[in-house]
């Protein structure tokens, strides 16, 4: 700050706006008064952080020396600072060597002043010492279980975070400074933001990230030209136009995670990885899982592999004739992907011939920051939530991932749009992260109890899908891992254990940045680089030390993986060449439902039927026979209903009649590879549909 701006602070008329000030905040103050009286109900601790609290406090106190050499390390380092700053605020100058400095990575103290002048580098560098002072009596303290150690140190930082002196007017020079500049009107401003995003959120502060009016899908996002060819309860499967003249025979199937939406994948033509894998020559589906409401609670993790991917794999080979398919899984989408391999391999359904899994866990005795909200007690207090509304809201899973990243996806927009008063910019990104999703009660418990808690699906036989016993060491078809090296919501070490968990070839790819960053990553942008081999020792970090390191995008690295499976051309497929339904346009309706659209998806009547089997005409069904649809019945899809009508089988009375044996020797006769299906509850469904 000039002297001339300290000067006009001292001369600036500020009663009026004080005034003015003081009434906006005591309106806050009653907003949060009724809040808190509104929502006395509310279970302030969802994290438990009082019994974790109290379990450290404990463990510390068997421990005093731990506690002492703290205090004796930050009285002295206190002291070394209070001489300094009297010397720098006498003489008018910083010390060129501080007491204590910031991590480089830390983006918060990047305006001058923190530097330049003697008052905020004082701040800046108590904050600091406090934040040093706290972690060390946090850290490595003796006699608490490892859980209750990481949600102990994990929730030190948040609280760190919030307590930075960045986050308060009258402590960040940069907030100062605007409030001379705008004559204080960045406050009124910022407050007045404040107040629309508590009303929006209902009493709950959510601040807004970017201008959500400046976007709109299908027309500035999620662009890529394709049709939408099939939809059910779950999902709806686009199809994108072709770009090339030829495309590979293997169609690729893209299934991302339901936790947030698809169009990450195709923001904007210029990071589009759909647009830049259509480019490729690749015939491209991708699933759009539905935005799930109360009236889908039953719905359950096993319902997402049998009406989704699997449902999903009829469509394909339906849309394009092929019965041979590479597909990719992101995320939980990658989980799922896993699970569904190794259920088809028990099944005998030998459709998938390559598999990549983006940021995938499959093991997850290491989950990385996300492990401290995974215990009995957070997650029975997510189960009575869950209970009453029939899903999990979506700002509460997001609230999640910003937490992981405070600093970056809370406080730089608390500061942004409430301290100095801006209004949000439009970005892309911050569109899609708040984009939220609701997670449907019962597959989210049983996610979370399975994978996170108790670690079922990297054993074999630890868990079990409509009977089938789920076994991925079973799985040998190609395999290509990629992940990335600061992600953390899926840490790479993590991944790397699932990677191994397969029996055949697996190509593994490291990329640069995190979760999103390293996976959006376009070859034309010039960014990161990335290690892959085909070597998994056991130790990961051998497996860095030992893998090759190239420059850019791994993009094109894994486009020579996929078409060193099989690179055969065909001609350019285009949506319903083979009389498969044009529902709309991508991307299609179900992305498009926000969390305020509580309404349920009901399938319009004709895109909810069985699909036709491609290689025989329809056939006409007895004029006294009532037809029916088969898909309602857990385990037929499309395509083999398809394939039960073209047979003659078009009722669930017929369904009755037969019988399980009598179903599945139908089955038999007209393809031995159905012996995959499992026909035994196919009778006692189709009694309960007539009834």
């Known amino acids: 700050m000039s002297k001339s701006d300290q000067s006009e602070v001292n001369t600036l008329g500020f009663a009026s706006t004080t005034m003015e000030l003081q009434k906006n905040f005591k309106q806050v103050e009653e907003i949060m008064a009724n809040f808190a009286k509104s929502y006395e109900h509310m279970d302030l601790d969802p994290f438990n952080l009082m019994k974790s609290s109290a379990e450290w406090y404990a463990a510390l106190a068997k421990d005093p020396q731990k506690a002492i050499n703290a205090n004796i390390s930050f009285m002295q380092k206190s002291m070394e600072l209070y001489q300094q700053s009297l010397t720098n605020l006498l003489g008018g100058a910083v010390a060129t060597e501080p007491v204590i400095t910031e991590d480089k990575g830390d983006r918060r103290f990047k305006h001058e002043g923190w530097e330049e002048q003697p008052a905020f580098n004082a701040i800046k560098q108590s904050y600091l010492l406090v934040s040093k002072w706290l972690r060390d009596q946090v850290q490595g303290v003796e006699g608490l279980d490892e859980h209750t150690a990481e949600k102990v140190e994990f929730f030190t930082e948040r609280y760190l975070d919030a307590m930075s002196p960045t986050n308060f007017a009258a402590t960040n020079p940069a907030v100062i400074e605007k409030v001379i500049e705008t004559k204080g009107a960045n406050l009124v401003h910022g407050l007045k933001n404040m107040l629309e995003d508590l009303e929006t959120g209902k009493g709950e502060l959510r601040s807004r990230m970017t201008d959500t009016s400046a976007f709109k899908l299908g027309e500035n996002v999620a662009t890529t030209p394709g049709k939408v060819i099939f939809q059910n309860r779950l999902f709806q499967l686009i199809q994108y136009t072709p770009s090339t003249d ?58 997402y592999l049998t009406d989704g991917i699997l449902t999903a794999v009829d469509v394909v080979e339906q849309a394009t004739g092929e019965s041979e398919i590479n597909i990719i899984g992101y995320c939980i989408g990658g989980s799922l992907l896993a699970t569904t391999l190794a259920y088809m391999k028990e099944k005998g359904d030998e459709r998938i011939k390559s598999a990549t899994f983006f940021t995938t866990m499959l093991d997850f005795s290491n989950p990385g920051e996300l492990g401290v909200f995974i215990d009995e007690e957070q997650i029975c207090g997510l189960e009575k939530k869950m209970s ?166 791994w993009w094109p690295e894994w486009d020579r993986w996929a078409k060193a499976q099989a690179n055969d051309q065909v001609a350019a497929r ?108 196919w009778p006692e469904q189709a009694r309960a549909l007539m009834a």
């Not at 195709?266 to 990071?271: E, G």
């Open 246 to 303: 030829k495309v590979l025979k293997r169609p690729l199937l893209v299934v991302p995670p339901w936790i947030n939406k698809y169009y990450i994948m195709d923001l904007q033509p210029k990071n589009s990885l759909l647009k830049w894998l259509v480019d490729q020559g690749h015939t491209v589906f991708v699933v759009s899982w539905v935005n799930p409401d109360s009236s889908y609670a039953d719905t359950e993790f096993a319902d």
């Open 574 to 681: 285009n949506p319903g060449d083979r009389g498969m339904p044009i529902i709309e346009d991508a991307p299609g309706s179900y992305v498009k439902r926000t969390l305020n659209d509580i309404n349920p998806v009901v399938p319009a009547a004709a895109t909810d039927v069985a699909i036709q089997a491609a290689d025989a005409p329809p056939q006409a069904a007895a004029n006294d026979v009532r037809p029916d649809d088969l898909t309602a019945i857990k385990g037929i899809g499309p395509k083999l209903a398809g394939i039960l009508n073209n047979s003659g089988i078009v009722s669930y009375a017929q369904l009755v009649e037969l019988g399980s044996d009598g179903i599945k020797q139908h089955l038999l006769d007209i393809d031995a590879r159905h012996a995959r299906y499992d026909t035994s509850s």
């Open 388 to 553: 009453e509304s029939g899903y999990l809201d979506g700002t509460q899973m997001a609230g999640t991932f910003n937490l992981m990243r405070a600093n970056d996806l809370i406080w730089s927009f608390y500061i942004n749009n409430y301290l100095l008063g801006n209004d949000p910019r439009p970005f892309d990104l911050l569109y899609w992260n708040s984009d939220s999703t609701r997670m449907p009660a019962k597959m989210h418990t049983w996610y979370l109890r399975n994978l996170y808690l108790e670690n079922n699906l990297c054993k074999p036989g630890g868990v079990t899908i409509d009977g089938v016993s789920i076994d991925i060491s079973k799985v040998d078809i190609p395999i290509c891992f990629v992940s990335a090296v600061e992600d953390h919501i899926a840490p790479w070490k993590s991944t790397y254990s699932g990677a191994k968990l397969f029996s055949g070839d697996v190509h593994f790819i490291l990329g640069g940045s995190g979760h999103i960053a390293g996976i959006i990553n376009p070859p034309a942008a010039g960014k990161y680089n990335y290690r892959v081999s085909d070597q998994l020792p056991e130790d990961p970090e051998a497996w860095a030390a030992g893998a090759t390191v190239v420059d850019g995008s």
